[in-house]
């Protein structure tokens, strides 16, 4: 039981989010309207695909110097959990971007750049599935990953930065950082990075265990 | 030192060599160059600024993966089991990129020239576009090196080759896109010497993992 706790903590972190999240006041800004409450979901999103993706590229980082499948295991899990995660945080994103940009897809910079990247993961799956020798897919695909990550970066932290966005946070739009985010809504974002963080963790212990599940035969 | 340098001399000439005398990349690619400029001009007759560049860097970019897969496709299993008994892998990579580059800068050029003839010139600035189309074919091949190598390992899989590839290749036709708009109309265009840094940027850390992770690649 000692060892669960921290999934308790997940789901009553969650249940706080998501009950405070819809109910608490928060500050109406313009065309923002309710629609800032997204905030609490869309931002922690984004922390659980780093947290996956950094994840899965140590794992491969580890696998190519030691050759051990368990690590191809807990990377390629990671990269899943990762992607899954990216695609909501782009759905919960354009959600918002519906109603406050006017559009659902835009050509906006940071829109495409976030895209980019998890198409570039998915490729990294597709690339998984192609390959039948275990080994030859563990060897490749970590060599693909460390690729994707070393990409990941600019295209989400450096070229974001370098033009001109609508998102929230660049040129000289709020950012809802912790200098100019109300106080009210700081209690429920802190919780929510947490419990959303845990809840991906756990999703990647369940997807490890399931897998390993698979190839018992060659783990002993 | 100078071993490996004479080593990488010896194998891009071999490259060079086979490619005079076999031309098989090169009328290849020719002939996909100016079916497809042709294909355009008579679609669309002679297309305005825009257009035109969209449509040149995505020649460039079906160029490069036709005239690069090649590259890798003449080495069979046991050709590269030869060259891997007689040089270390990073000198091999580093002359198929070497090798590459020249390749695709011939291409580059002859796509250039198709485009003028076909399709009109609405350059303002001349010299500038070439110097970007140098540039974009180099990190183009390099790209493609990479994934060309991935790919082989992978059963030379040239559907994969796209897969992986369009992706990773996104961001940097973005970039070029971009900086090469300079060229058809003078516009003041902020951050450019920076965009040309990341350029510059994403083609070291291209060289860089490749040196570091094709050794793990060839490993079978």
């Known amino acids: ?220 | 030192m100078k071993q490996t340098v004479h080593q990488i001399y010896t194998l891009v000439r071999k490259d060079l060599v086979l490619e005079l005398r076999q031309q098989y990349a090169f009328y290849g690619v020719l002939l996909y160059i100016i079916s497809t400029v042709f294909v355009i001009n008579l679609m669309m007759g002679k297309p305005d600024d825009k257009l035109w560049n969209a449509l040149f860097w995505v020649i460039q970019l079906f160029v490069a993966v036709n005239a690069i897969a090649k590259s890798f496709m003449q080495e069979n299993r046991g050709r590269l089991l030869y060259f891997y008994s007689l040089v270390p892998p990073r000198v091999f990579i580093a002359a198929k990129l070497i090798f590459n580059v020249i390749l695709m800068m011939l291409m580059s050029i002859i796509a250039l020239v198709c485009s003028f003839t076909f399709l009109g010139n609405p350059l303002h600035n001349t010299g500038y576009f070439v110097g970007i189309v140098l540039l974009g074919g180099t990190s183009l091949s390099l790209l493609f090196t990479v994934l060309a190598a991935i790919a082989a390992q992978a059963n030379h899989n040239a559907a994969l080759m796209a897969v992986m590839g369009f992706p990773l290749m996104m961001p940097m036709l973005m970039l070029l896109a971009n900086v090469s708009l300079s060229a058809f109309v003078t516009v003041y265009q902020p951050g450019l010497p920076k965009m040309f840094l990341l350029l510059g940027g994403m083609d070291l850390l291209t060289i860089a993992l490749t040196m570091v992770l094709f050794p793990f690649l060839w490993k079978d």
């Open chain 1, 1 to 220: 039981m000692a060892r669960h706790w921290w999934k308790a903590l997940a789901i009553l972190l969650l249940i706080y989010v998501i009950i405070a999240g819809f109910t608490i006041k928060i500050p109406i800004i313009g065309t923002n309207g309710q629609s800032s409450r997204g905030l609490f979901f869309h931002v922690p999103m984004w922390i659980c695909m780093y947290t996956m993706f950094t994840i899965s590229v140590v794992n491969s980082l580890l696998y190519l110097s030691k050759y051990d499948l368990k690590r191809d295991v807990y990377a390629s899990s990671a990269a899943r959990v990762g992607a899954f995660f990216g695609v909501l945080g782009f759905a919960t994103g354009s959600l918002w971007a519906t109603y406050t940009w006017g559009g659902t897809l835009t050509d906006d910079p940071k829109q495409i750049c976030t895209a980019i990247a998890i198409l570039i993961y998915m490729a990294y799956l597709v690339l998984r599935i192609s390959i039948h020798d275990i080994d030859k897919r563990a060897r490749i695909s970590a060599v693909f990953n460390i690729f994707a990550f070393a990409l990941l970066i600019p295209l989400t932290y450096i070229i974001p930065r370098m033009v001109d966005s609508l998102h929230p946070g660049s040129a000289s739009t709020p950012g809802f950082a912790s200098k100019d985010t109300d106080g009210g809504m700081k209690l429920v974002l802190y919780p929510a990075f947490i419990g959303w963080t845990l809840l991906s963790v756990w999703i990647y212990t369940l997807l490890v265990r399931y897998k390993k599940l698979e190839l018992k035969n060659i783990f002993k």
